[in-house]
């Protein structure tokens, strides 16, 4: 048996389950692997049999003052001032952190980007105890680089001047856009908000002057020269090239042993009928899912529906799967027999006998799709997210269709669903974009990670990432 390999996890199913590849690839090489983070994640953990801690505090630096005394309801100005003056979520997120890594003794640590700040208060235990410490990053980088938009843009680059130029303008004016609310941040709290907070903190725990801030990100903070293992296959990013010489991309990395939250057993009926339906009758099967946190954009989904609905109704031979909640089942009606709705459903098992996926765009969505080989029709929820940038790669890679949710007109919709099943032409490229991913492996993983471990403390080190 090997040592221990801690991930320490953001409280997101999406980023929970992101993350299960790589944790069965590291238990498939013998590694004792274990989760920490907020006890919302622990029924997903415990489903896959990992063991798992619970963090009580909060990483620091990253905005989190308004839900420390949100129980007590004590979150006006004055309450986050003398959380930030006092510095109390930095120190218990250290005294939690150190009590961590001194029950597991970890040789390995893996920090969800929303944590990256973690990496300054684990960074004395892995120099001391010569540990590695990655980024595991369940999106793709947020770091600025030549002909990459912010993730948060749908501009696909076109890789000329003018393309250059539109980009690097996106980057100056978001670049300024934070320049100017931090400097309002710095005024607001006395020269303690969160981005100074950060920068002290990490003169402090760390006098290398090889970590250091990225100017140019688009969400959190990135250090340079800390490893990043971003969980997509790099072929999915505009170009051939790494962002950074720390960049590893890992593939999909999907868990096809993964037990999800549980799914309605009528689910799998459905499923079976419609397999048999699409062998027997050649009926085309779509399945629509905007993933788990809609809340803020219910109504735009609700119209949506509605335009399937009518779709269902003249496209007799399309068969149209559903996940909705409660709240958004209860405000759908007039549904025809030919469409399916469920809180939840296995994706994958769903995935697999489908012609079409209508996503949000989540990276996640994208990877599964892509592996099972189906086409996507995007229509993106966020506009600060990673969301427009994911729909923009896949546009890009004619893996599928991009559109506005707020701009829905049915007749424009069937066109585009039409299109994407009976042309065969997104099946063929999604085909041929599978063949390069192959090797993407657990093994693929497993290489670089011992390579990493082996030389990450050593002065060879950043030669050695630039190979990996």
Request: proline share 3%; glycine share 4%; hydrophobic share 35%.
């Amino acid at each position: 048996m090997q040592g221990t390999a801690l991930i320490i996890m953001h409280p997101a199913i999406s980023h929970v389950n992101a993350s299960l590849g790589i944790a069965e690839s590291l238990r498939g090489a013998k590694y004792q692997v274990a989760y920490a983070g907020h006890f919302s994640i622990r029924e997903m953990i415990d489903r896959n049999k990992y063991r798992f801690y619970e963090l009580d505090s909060m990483p620091f630096g990253s905005g989190y003052e308004r839900f420390y005394n949100s129980k007590e309801n004590r979150t006006s100005y004055l309450d986050i001032l003398l959380l930030k003056l006092s510095d109390k979520i930095y120190h218990d997120r250290k005294k939690d952190l150190n009590h961590l890594v001194s029950t597991l003794n970890p040789e390995a640590i893996f920090l969800d980007p929303f944590l990256s700040t973690d990496f300054v208060l684990l960074y004395e235990y892995a120099k001391k105890q010569q540990a590695c410490i990655f980024i595991l990053q369940t999106m793709f980088s947020t770091c600025k680089a030549k002909y990459y938009p912010p993730l948060s843009s749908k501009t696909t680059p076109k890789f000329n001047t003018y393309s250059y130029l539109s980009i690097e303008t996106e980057w100056v004016l978001k670049y300024l856009k934070f320049k100017w609310w931090r400097t309002l941040q710095m005024v607001k709290y006395l020269g303690r908000d969160d981005y100074s907070n950060v920068k002290r903190k990490l003169k402090k725990h760390i006098s290398s002057r090889k970590y250091k801030i990225e100017n140019f990100i688009h969400l959190n903070y990135s250090f340079t020269n800390l490893p990043e293992v971003i969980i997509a296959p790099q072929e999915l990013e505009f170009t051939n090239s790494k962002l950074r010489e720390y960049h590893f991309y890992s593939g999909h990395q999907i868990d096809r042993s993964r037990v999800d939250r549980s799914v309605e057993k009528s689910f799998y009926e459905t499923r079976c009928q419609l397999a048999q339906q699409k062998v027997n009758h050649g009926i085309k099967i779509i399945y629509l899912s905007f993933g788990t946190r809609y809340e803020l954009h219910r109504t735009p989904i609700l119209n949506f529906i509605e335009c399937l609905l009518v779709i269902a109704t003249t496209k007799r031979n399309y068969r149209i799967v559903i996940t909705a909640d409660e709240e958004l089942q209860s405000q759908i009606t007039n549904k025809p027999d030919n469409v399916f709705i469920y809180k939840r459903v296995d994706q994958i098992s769903m995935l697999e006998i489908s012609d079409l996926f209508i996503s949000h765009g989540g990276l996640n969505s994208i990877k599964e799709s892509i592996y099972c080989k189906v086409p996507l029709l995007i229509y993106p929820l966020e506009t600060i997210g990673d969301q427009p940038g994911n729909a923009a790669r896949v546009e890009f890679h004619k893996l599928g269709r991009t559109g506005d949710l707020e701009k829905i007109n049915i007749k424009e919709l069937i066109a585009l669903i039409d299109s994407l099943i009976q042309d065969n032409v997104y099946k063929e490229n999604i085909r041929k974009f599978n063949e390069h991913l192959k090797k993407y492996t657990s093994e693929y993983f497993i290489k670089y990670f011992i390579q990493a471990k082996t030389t990450y403390w050593s002065q060879d080190y950043d030669k050695t990432l630039s190979k990996l």
